[in-house]
């Protein structure tokens, strides 16, 4: 999951805790990226999916994710990839 939002009335400890979990790795505690003002952000996550979830479960799951670090903020686009559904292409082997 890729949430992109901006922060509203972030004070310096929301800042310093933002940039503490920065990085862009998809995490289940999740990363923030965001621009130089720490206003923007782009937050990744990953979220455990059982057979039956789809991409509202999924959505529901990265906004709690984002909750939890508790600040302030809103949401401007949310993107999912569901892992299930990527395939890998293999190069041949020469025989």
Same mark, same amino acid.
């Given at each position: 999951m890729t949430i992109r939002g901006k922060f509203k009335g972030l004070d310096d400890a929301g800042r310093a805790a933002v940039t503490a979990v920065g990085g862009a %790795?998809? *995490?289940? &505690? &999740? *990363? @923030? *990226?965001?621009? %130089?003002?720490v206003s923007a952000f782009t @937050?990744?996550?990953?979220?455990? %999916?059982g057979p039956d979830d789809g991409e509202d479960e999924a959505a529901l799951g990265a906004m709690a994710a984002l909750d939890a670090h508790g600040h302030p903020y809103e949401i401007l686009h949310v993107a999912v990839t569901d892992m299930r559904r990527i395939k890998i292409r293999r190069k041949g082997r020469g025989v």
């Open positions: %790795a998809y *995490t289940e &505690g &999740g *990363t @923030f *990226t965001h621009d %130089a003002s @937050f990744r996550c990953q979220v455990p %999916a």
